[in-house]
């Protein structure tokens, strides 16, 4: 059995990685397509274009494994249906529980290879793709709104002086991350604005460990500072400063997430940007559910080797291979669809991210054991 066992294996892993290699060259010649129209703008080269594809590949393995999964395994499948292999291996005593232990050989590396490339590969590879395209005009994100990037910090302190509320304003970001055209704007305990803080320029200095009940702080140097104070009474003091280091909770990782798409962040960046945002009483349902998707994802994988498993079942004279493939494309594309309609759904009625992670695989999976077992059951 264990010599079976690594046969199927092999052909599932083959027919996986040459639908996986197809869809990856398809889409980054595509996307190849798409980089070269903008060349010159900005002085951006074929070199930079041809970099942020490479860069782009992890992404589209990682969207793209589910799907070509589904696909390599009914080809695989079913080609052993069509020369009686899989018939011979069910005569010989590969019973269901067998079939899924299988499907479980198989997908477990797949599942850790699937979350690898989410926890390590992707972050780094898309901010990477990021910073080359913004090397051509040295700016990142250009602008969100007409008046830059906000954010809400949450400083700490007593007594009367105690900044309660500050609000970061910024127009863009260099490929270092140095931030530029910053604005703080300091409230008081009864919201009234305390202080104006406007810098050229900022950068980051290092981490502070954080306290008990408190998040991890970060020491920026504000450079070409000036100063407007407002007293209680009225007054307006102004001053400058040719720099000023700060104290702010908008840690470079917390940054980073103006730079990509939430789907495009680690499990952890996602899970610390939940907790930055709720601390702050701000709408974090896109970014729990696309933290949630990461952890689900993975296992989408798996599943999709379940609901291709019914393809070995069905004799070639029930059906031609081609057909066979073009359902699993069909119930691909479904699924993928499916998933991102889920997450739109979700995110309008504020439905718990976790259902609806998990909601599309979790009827894949069902329908993949439902078809199993009605096969099995018709069997012999």
Same mark, same amino acid.
């Given at each position: 059995?264990?010599?079976?066992?690594?046969?199927?294996?092999?052909?599932?892993?083959?027919?996986?990685?040459?639908?996986?290699?197809?869809?990856?060259?398809?889409?980054?010649? %595509?996307?190849?397509?798409?980089?070269?129209?903008?060349?010159?703008?900005?002085?951006?080269?074929?070199?930079?274009?041809?970099?942020?594809?490479?860069?782009?590949?992890? #992404?589209? %393995?990682? /969207?793209?494994?589910? %799907?070509?999964?589904?696909?390599?395994? *009914?080809? =695989?499948?079913?080609?052993?249906?069509?020369? +009686? /292999?899989?018939?011979?291996?069910?005569? $010989?005593?590969? #019973?269901?529980?067998?079939?899924? #232990?299988? +499907?479980?050989?198989?997908?477990?590396?797949?599942?850790?290879?699937?979350?690898?490339?989410?926890?390590?590969?992707?972050?780094?590879?898309? %901010?990477?793709?990021?910073?080359?395209?913004?090397?051509?005009?040295?700016?990142?994100?250009?602008?969100?709104? $007409?008046?830059?990037?906000?954010?809400?910090?949450?400083?700490?302190? +007593?007594?009367?002086?105690?900044?309660?509320?500050?609000?970061?304003?910024?127009?863009?970001?260099?490929?270092?991350?140095?931030?530029?055209?910053?604005?703080?704007?300091?409230?008081? @305990?009864?919201?009234?604005?305390?202080?104006?803080?406007?810098?050229?320029?900022?950068? !980051?200095?290092?981490?502070?460990?954080?306290?008990?009940?408190?998040?991890?702080? $970060?020491?920026?140097?504000?450079?070409? *500072?000036?100063?407007?104070?407002?007293?209680?009474?009225?007054?307006?003091?102004?001053?400058?400063?040719?720099?000023? @280091?700060?104290?702010?909770?908008?840690?470079? =990782?917390?940054?980073?997430?103006?730079? *990509?798409?939430?789907?495009?962040?680690? =499990?952890? @960046?996602?899970?610390?940007?939940?907790?930055?945002?709720? =601390?702050?009483?701000?709408?974090?349902?896109?970014? @729990?559910?696309? !933290?949630?998707?990461?952890?689900?994802?993975?296992?989408?994988?798996?599943?999709?080797?379940?609901?291709?498993?019914?393809?070995?079942?069905?004799?070639?004279?029930?059906?031609?291979?081609?057909?066979?493939?073009?359902?699993?494309?069909?119930? #691909?594309?479904?699924?993928?669809?499916?998933?991102?309609?889920?997450?739109?759904?979700?995110?309008?009625?504020?439905?718990?991210?976790?259902?609806?992670?998990?909601?599309?695989?979790?009827?894949?999976?069902?329908?993949?054991?439902?078809?199993?077992?009605?096969?099995?059951?018709?069997? !012999?």
């Amino acid at each position: 059995m264990t010599t079976l066992r690594r046969y199927f294996a092999g052909q599932l892993v083959l027919h996986i990685g040459l639908v996986l290699a197809g869809f990856v060259l398809l889409f980054a010649f %595509v996307d190849s397509v798409s980089e070269i129209r903008n060349l010159g703008r900005g002085g951006y080269t074929l070199e930079q274009a041809l970099t942020v594809v490479v860069f782009r590949i992890p #992404g589209m %393995v990682y /969207e793209l494994l589910p %799907v070509a999964t589904l696909i390599g395994a *009914v080809w =695989a499948l079913a080609q052993l249906a069509a020369g +009686s /292999e899989f018939t011979v291996a069910r005569a $010989s005593g590969l #019973g269901p529980r067998q079939v899924l #232990g299988l +499907s479980a050989f198989v997908g477990l590396p797949l599942v850790a290879f699937t979350f690898f490339l989410a926890e390590v590969v992707l972050p780094v590879s898309e %901010v990477a793709a990021v910073r080359t395209k913004a090397s051509a005009d040295g700016r990142l994100g250009s602008g969100f709104l $007409s008046s830059g990037f906000w954010m809400r910090d949450y400083p700490t302190g +007593s007594g009367e002086d105690r900044v309660r509320v500050r609000m970061v304003n910024l127009n863009s970001m260099d490929p270092d991350r140095r931030l530029q055209g910053v604005r703080l704007y300091e409230f008081g @305990e009864l919201l009234t604005l305390r202080r104006l803080v406007e810098a050229e320029s900022a950068v !980051f200095l290092r981490a502070i460990a954080p306290s008990a009940n408190a998040q991890e702080a $970060s020491i920026w140097r504000l450079e070409g *500072v000036r100063l407007t104070d407002f007293a209680a009474d009225g007054q307006v003091t102004r001053s400058r400063l040719s720099s000023l @280091e700060l104290p702010l909770y908008l840690s470079p =990782a917390r940054l980073g997430a103006l730079m *990509v798409k939430p789907e495009q962040m680690s =499990a952890r @960046e996602l899970f610390l940007y939940v907790d930055y945002l709720q =601390a702050g009483k701000q709408a974090s349902g896109r970014y @729990e559910i696309a !933290f949630w998707k990461k952890m689900i994802y993975p296992v989408a994988v798996w599943v999709m080797l379940v609901l291709a498993l019914p393809a070995a079942y069905i004799q070639a004279r029930g059906g031609a291979l081609g057909l066979k493939v073009f359902l699993a494309i069909v119930a #691909g594309i479904g699924f993928h669809l499916a998933n991102s309609l889920f997450s739109h759904l979700g995110l309008l009625n504020d439905w718990p991210a976790p259902i609806v992670a998990a909601i599309p695989s979790l009827l894949a999976l069902a329908a993949g054991l439902l078809m199993l077992w009605q096969l099995q059951r018709r069997a !012999f």
